[in-house]
Nanobody, 123 residues
């Protein structure tokens, strides 16, 4: 069972930055970040593939967030800049060895999840 441990959440004002980290107990090719607010479905934010370094971003964060990973440490990072109040959510790290389809940002593709870390952006 792969365990994922997130850190780095917190509260910032709009325009600020935060960096999230997630370390996996075992190496997984696909690692990424998802977020969820109460009453809404979980959505993909950014995902990275270890083999090719390919990254995927949701349109809402493209140009503001940057995902990276340190394969030697089984760790993925999410640098979040120019944060907006609408970025407020619980952020979850997810990982898996492979994904079944062609939708890397879809939560159903991932079997391993962290506990989540809260990000709150005030206006």
């Amino acid at each position: 069972q792969v365990q994922l441990v997130e850190s780095g959440g917190g509260s910032v004002h709009a325009g600020g930055s935060l960096r999230l980290s997630c370390t996996a107990s075992e190496s997984r090719i696909w690692m990424g970040w998802f977020r969820q607010v109460p009453g809404k479905e979980r959505e993909g934010v950014a995902v990275i593939n270890a083999d090719f370094g390919t990254t995927y971003y949701s349109d809402s964060v493209k140009g503001r967030f940057d995902i990276s990973r340190d394969n030697a440490k089984n760790t993925v990072y999410l640098q979040m800049n120019s944060l907006k109040p609408e970025d407020t959510a619980m952020y979850y790290c997810a990982a898996d060895r492979k994904i079944a389809g062609t939708t890397p940002l879809a939560p159903f593709e991932y079997n391993y999840w962290g506990q989540g870390t809260q990000v709150t952006v005030s206006s």
